[in-house]
């Protein structure tokens, strides 16, 4: 069975640019989400989604955006990208949803270095 | 608010010894706990979790122990293998708060042959 697939695996932007990272969860998981990973903040919750519908959102500027698609494929969005968002970008996911304790598995990351 | 903390950043221990690596939580709401392996340029992989009605889990080589009155987690790893070394982190959640994980800062292992 394939694991959460995420791509790009590196990425360099621009300041002021924005970026969209895709992942891909394990087949028949639903719930999806992002998790930011910076080595003085550590891994930090983003989002989450499950069939589509936004759940759960940490705290993080508007900026910082996302989406589900019908076959549980997801999006993340950062706009007017700053020197900060340079970080390990996480997406996991999970068979069950929040009612239902269920580990989350995650993908490799997306390395976003913004200079 | 750090909820969940490992306080110690890293750890050493000889081949075949046991590895003990802690934690501690905060939220009396959290009522799922997961253990989570990273090596570098990957992301984390689950090891092995706990609920709130529980206060063991085994899984092979993999223990974790569950204190809720202390609000303290432990995993232990018997016997430590060379390729066990890595960072290790805490990880709780709370059926309230979906599936949104808290993690801790991580415990570095490293186990010498």
């Known amino acids: 069975k394939a694991g959460v697939t995420q791509t790009p695996r590196y990425l360099i932007k621009t300041r002021g640019q924005q970026v969209t990272l895709s992942c891909s969860p394990i087949?028949?998981?639903?719930?999806v989400s992002w998790y930011q990973q910076t080595p003085g903040q550590g891994l930090q919750f983003l989002f989450e989604y499950f069939s589509e519908t936004q759940r759960n959102k940490g705290n993080f500027p508007g900026r910082f955006s996302g989406r589900q698609f019908s076959n549980s494929r997801s999006e993340m969005n950062v706009s007017t990208l700053e020197l900060g968002d340079s970080a390990l970008y996480l997406c996991?996911?999970?068979?069950?949803?929040?009612?239902?304790?269920?580990?989350?598995?995650f993908g490799n990351g997306t390395r976003l270095t913004v200079t | 608010d750090q909820q969940v903390k490992q306080n110690s950043p890293s750890l050493s221990v000889q081949e075949g010894r046991i590895s003990i690596l802690n934690c501690d939580y905060t939220n009396s709401m959290f009522d799922y706990f997961l253990w989570y392996k990273k090596y570098p340029a990957e992301g984390p992989t689950f090891l092995i979790s706990?609920?709130?009605?529980?206060d063991k889990n085994e899984d092979g080589r993999f223990t974790v122990f569950l204190n809720k009155s202390a609000k303290h987690l432990s995993l232990h790893i018997v016997p430590s293998q060379p390729g066990d070394s890595a960072v290790y982190f805490c990880a709780a959640s709370a059926r309230e708060y979906g599936n949104k994980l808290v993690f801790g800062a991580g415990t570095i292992l490293r186990v010498k042959s």
């Open positions: 087949s028949g998981h639903r719930s």
């Open positions: 706990i609920s709130s009605i529980k």
């Open positions: 996991a996911s999970s068979l069950a949803g929040p009612e239902n304790n269920s580990p989350l598995h």
